[in-house]
T-cell receptor, first 115, second 115 residues
Framework: NAGVTQTPKFQVLKTGQSMTLQCAQD?????MSWYRQDPGMGLRLIHY???????DQGEVPNGYNVSRSTTEDFPLRLLSAAPSQTSVYFC??????????????FGNGTRLTVT | AQSVTQLDSQVPVFEEAPVELRCNYS??????LFWYVQYPNQGLQLLLK??????LVKGINGFEAEFNKSQTSFHLRKPSVHISDTAEYFC?????????????FGAGTRLAVHP
């Protein structure tokens, strides 16, 4: 049971570099989302998707892009990394939209440092 | 706007003692409420949820929570904690926006169980 798989686990970037955080799930979940976790601020929703080809912004979308070409994958792109994007990033998925009968399944996170 | 406030950032407690982690939410409409737990270096996993019905909800690992509509609270309790309960606990509320449910998380409460 792979569940939600995030890669890489750790990443260090220089300011201005770009990168993609990968997220894949093998549970045929329609809903996928990205959160960032910062001390004292809990988890904040960056972007989410309710199915292939459909994405929308969360609470803190600036500086991040997403796309959903398949049900399984939901990559998060940082086009020009900034120190303020230093955080732990979590991908999560659920069968229905989040907050109903279907719980969110989380990956183990990607720890990103931007210098 | 709906929001979640976790009133304690850290809660130290001795093993076998009872514990209560407090959560208040703001909402003008009916809500779905959740508690998630995060063990070190892992993603979050669902402890329990309130969707409707009985206001006392039982979850995994002996935890329970009570939904109090008049006080807009959803406090998490356990009558006797173990060392293995040391983790960070997040309260979350479901938000209906743009035709979909999304989860909004509180800032988290770090539970430290001491021998």
């Amino acid at each position: 049971n792979a569940g939600v798989t995030q890669t890489p686990k750790f990443q260090v970037l220089k300011t201005g570099q770009s990168m993609t955080l990968q997220c894949a799930q093998d549970m045929n979940h329609e809903y996928m989302s990205w959160y960032r976790q910062d001390p004292g601020m809990g988890l904040r929703l960056i972007h989410y998707s309710v199915g292939a080809g459909i994405t929308d912004q969360g609470e803190v979308p600036n500086g991040y892009n997403v796309s959903r070409s398949t049900t399984e994958d939901f990559p998060l792109r940082l086009l020009s990394a900034a120190p303020s994007q230093t955080s732990v990033y979590f991908c999560a998925s659920s069968y229905g939209s989040a907050g109903g009968n279907s719980p969110l399944h989380f990956g183990n996170g990607t720890r990103l440092t931007v210098t | 706007a709906q929001s979640v406030t976790q009133l304690d950032s850290q809660v130290p407690v001795f093993e076998e003692a009872p514990v209560e982690l407090r959560c208040n939410y703001s909402s003008s409409v009916s809500v779905y409420l959740f508690w998630y737990v995060q063990y070190p270096n892992q993603g979050l996993q669902l402890l329990l949820k309130y969707l409707s019905g009985s206001t006392l909800v039982k979850g995994i690992n002996g935890f329970e929570a009570e939904f109090n509509k008049s006080q807009t609270s959803f406090h998490l309790r356990k009558p006797s904690v173990h060392i293995s309960d040391t983790a960070e606990y997040f309260c979350a509320v479901s938000v209906w926006s743009g035709g979909y449910n999304k989860l909004i998380f509180g800032a988290g409460t770090r539970l430290a169980v001491h021998p």
